[in-house]
């Protein structure tokens, strides 16, 4: 503390020496910092330091923007306040492990994962690390992020992966979130079993990570409806066998021609807005699963006039992130190439340019962006 303290001073006293390295200039980072709906700025902010003996500090190595920084720079998640660095998806190198932290050392190269996890709480214990009572979603919302150079990550242990040798960097950012989340809260909730069929609405990161790992169940039919021709190009490419455009297609009856007038047995919302929610209702058959991945601002009508005969279930989750290691091995493998749903890439400085890219996902094509801290 002392010699922090006299650093300080020697720095402030001493701005022009250059024999002298000032600890405050290592000790600052760029990151990318929220400042209060529609204002966010690339700028230096301090490194971040080790809170408890279970945080570990990554360098981060590569990134991403999640359609939920969106929702946030909009103003639609409160909690978030001015001078957060948002992100919670990314890849890295342990810079620093707390003292408790007992699988990752120095120069480990890890995976962080958009969900914090304690591992001891009642939560946790029962494998919902979503709802964990000392972590859950916290980067990027009320801890600050991965859209930086370093990012402190706390109960390193269970909420990181490491990443075996050779890996590919950018393949494994997808697994940070939207694989888990499209495979978990789409997927898995809606019980996909081999020749089901399936509906997937909405054909962004999430809904095409759905897609993806839908297939690991072999479903007879997979039907993505969105109203963007590219993504629905992009989805058949991914191994959607039908696609429909729901701007200019009647997508209820397109489904019903296509299942013998039954609807689907799983449908995947991805999207998050009432008439998409409303268009999975309608297309659910007797004894289907409704499954919500898409993030609700609005409150939606339940056509239970409709649906209260029809042995159907809903279900809603947030990612607990339980599937990332068995996702890992699938990428690892071959299985499952996460890589596809990147677009573009860019240095991590060029951050601003890429949320603009993000932002205009429709005109620019962007599914995924890379932004790499080399
Ligand atoms: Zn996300
Ligand atoms: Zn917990």
Redesign the pocket.
């Given at each position: 503390m002392i010699s922090v303290i006299l650093w300080k001073w020697r720095c402030h006293s001493y701005p022009d020496n250059p024999e002298l390295i000032c600890p405050k200039q290592i000790r600052i980072m760029k990151a990318l910092v929220y400042h209060g709906p529609g204002k966010k700025s690339w700028e230096e902010k301090e490194k971040p330091v080790i809170q408890k003996a279970t945080d570990a500090i990554v360098r981060i190595t590569k990134t991403t923007i999640?359609?939920?920084d969106l929702h946030i720079l909009k103003g639609d998640v409160p909690e978030v306040t001015d001078g957060r660095t948002l992100g919670?998806?990314g890849v890295g190198i342990i810079e620093e492990a707390g003292e408790f932290v007992t699988k990752f050392k120095k120069g480990d190269h890890v995976l962080i994962s958009?969900i914090t996890s304690c591992a001891v709480c009642d939560y946790c214990r029962k494998g919902m690390y979503s709802h964990c009572e000392n972590g859950g979603w916290i980067l990027g919302h009320l801890i600050d992020g991965t859209q930086a150079e370093y990012v402190r990550i706390p109960y390193a242990d269970t909420s990181m992966y490491k990443i075996p040798e050779n890996s590919d960097e950018e393949a494994l950012v997808m697994l940070s979130?939207?694989l888990p989340t499209g495979y978990e809260c789409g997927v898995l909730n809606s019980q996909i079993s081999p020749g089901d069929t399936v509906a997937i609405v909405g054909a962004g990161p999430v809904g095409l990570a759905a897609l993806l790992t839908a297939q690991f169940y072999s479903p007879s039919l997979v039907i993505m409806i969105d109203p963007d021709d590219n993504r629905l190009a992009v989805a058949r490419k991914m191994g959607a066998t039908h696609t429909i455009n729901n701007r200019n297609e009647m997508a209820v009856e397109k489904v019903f021609k296509l299942t013998d007038n039954k609807g689907v047995d799983a449908v995947i919302e991805a999207v998050g807005i009432p008439a998409t929610f409303e268009l999975c209702q309608s297309l659910v058959a007797p004894g289907g699963r409704i499954a919500n991945v898409g993030v609700h601002g609005k409150s939606v009508e339940l056509h239970l006039e409709t649906l209260w005969a029809k042995n159907i279930a809903i279900t809603t989750r947030l990612v607990d992130t339980i599937s990332t290691s068995m996702l890992m091995k699938t990428v690892q493998s071959g299985k499952l190439n996460s890589k596809q749903l990147i677009t573009h890439r860019f240095k991590l400085s060029e951050i601003i340019r890429a949320y603009d890219c993000f932002e205009q996902a429709a005109k620019e094509k962007t599914l995924k962006v890379i932004l790499s801290n080399d």
């Open positions: 999640c359609g939920t919670h998806e958009c979130d939207i």
